[in-house]
C-alpha cells in the first residue's frame, strides 16, 4: 500500500506543490533575472488607485437620479432616433475646476432649461479631463488642486461628488470620455458623452463608446475630415471584446453590444463646417456610409476660430437653418460659464470666481439668450411641419 501511495503522490504532485523549484537565489540556470534595468524605467512612481466599487459606495446613486439619467439618455435616444423634434443643447464651462463656481452655473442654467424643455433637452457641459496638445493641467480628476500635486483619487471623488449634486437638483450632465479607466467612476451619472476630435480615431475610444450606456457623440478630426467621425460610428455600433478594468479594479475582457445611439460632432477644422453647406456635406458622407443624415453642432473650437463671442454668431446660422426647417441639425454645443473670457492659471495668483482657465468662454448673460433664440427656432420649425 505505502508503494502505492508514492507512486501515486509522484504522478500528482504539481510543479507549484513541489518543493523543487523552491531554492534560494544563486548563480544557476533559471533563476530569477532583475529586470529593473529594461522594465519601467521612466516610471518615476506607482500609487495606490482607489476602486470604482469602494467609490460608488462610499458616493451612491439615489433613485431619483437613476430615474433622471435613465430618462435623459431616453430623450436623446428619442431625438437621435426620428422620435422627438426637440434640440439637445449642451452648454456649460470648457472644463471643471471649482465645484461651487460649477453649481453656481448650474442653477442658474436649471429653471432656464425647465422653461425651454418643450423645446430644447439642456445637458450641462461638465468636462473634467482636458486633452492637452502639448502640455497643461489635465483637468479637475488629475489635478484637482491645481497645483501639479496630480492627488487623482481625490479628482475622481470630486468628480462624483460634483455629478451628483448637479444631477441632484434635476439637471442631466455631459462630458467627455478621454481617459479609458475614469467612465468606471462616473458613468452611471452621464446622460450624454463625447470623443474629442484628437481621439475620434483611437481603436480603444471607439470599443469604449460601444460599451457606453449613453448617447455618444464624436467629432470630426481635427482637420475637419467627417470620414474619421463617419467610421467611428460604424465601429462603435458594433459589439467588440476588449481588455478593461471592471468596477471592482480587477482587470478583465469586456464583450460589449454596441451602441446605436451614436452621432457626428462638426466642430471645424481648417475652416469652419457650421454652415448649411458644411451640413448637407457632412450628411451626404454619413449617407453614403449607411447612417442617419444627423449632426450636432460645436459652436466652439474651429467653429468659433478660437474666438469665443463668435459662438453666438454660429448659434444665430444655426437657428436660421432650423428656422427654415432643417432637421437634420438635431444638437448644439457650447462653451459657457458664469462670466467670459479665460483665465492663466499661475502658481501663487489667485483666480477670478467664474471664469474658465481653459478655452474662453461667453458669460452667463449672452447664454441665455442664445438658448431662448435656439428654442424659438425649433418652434418655427415645427409649426412647418
Known sequence: MGILVGVFQQHHMTDIESPRPDHEAGARPGQTLDTTRIDD???KAVRALVSPAVLLEELPVTA??????EHSRNAISA???????RLVAVVGPCSIHDHDQAMAYASRLLPLAHELAGELIVVMRVYFEKPRTTVG?????NDPRLDGSFRINEGLRRARELLLAINAIGLPAGTEFL??????????????GAIGARTTESPSHRQLASGLSCPVGFKNGTDGGIQVAADALVSAAAPHAFMGMTKMGVAAIFETRGNAD?????RGGKSPNFDAAHVAAACAALR????????????????SAK?????????????????????????VMVESHLHEGRQDLVPGVALRPGVSITDACIAWEDTEPLLRGLAQAVRQRRALA
Open 262 to 266: 451614436g452621432h457626428v460632432i462638426l
Open 179 to 192: 481617459d479609458l479607466l475614469s467612465p468606471q467612476y462616473q458613468s452611471d451619472l452621464i446622460a450624454w
Open 137 to 141: 493641467w489635465k483637468g479637475y480628476i
Open 307 to 331: 474666438q469665443h463671442r463668435r459662438q453666438i454668431e454660429v448659434a444665430a446660422d444655426l437657428a436660421a437653418q432650423l428656422a427654415g426647417g432643417e432637421r437634420r441639425i438635431i444638437g
Open 288 to 303: 453614403k456610409a449607411g447612417l442617419r443624415e444627423q449632426v450636432m453642432v460645436d459652436c466652439s473650437h474651429a467653429n
Open 79 to 85: 431625438v437621435l432616433q426620428g422620435r422627438d423634434d
Open 64 to 69: 431619483e437620479i437613476e430615474a433622471l439619467v
Open 41 to 43: 524605467t521612466r516610471i
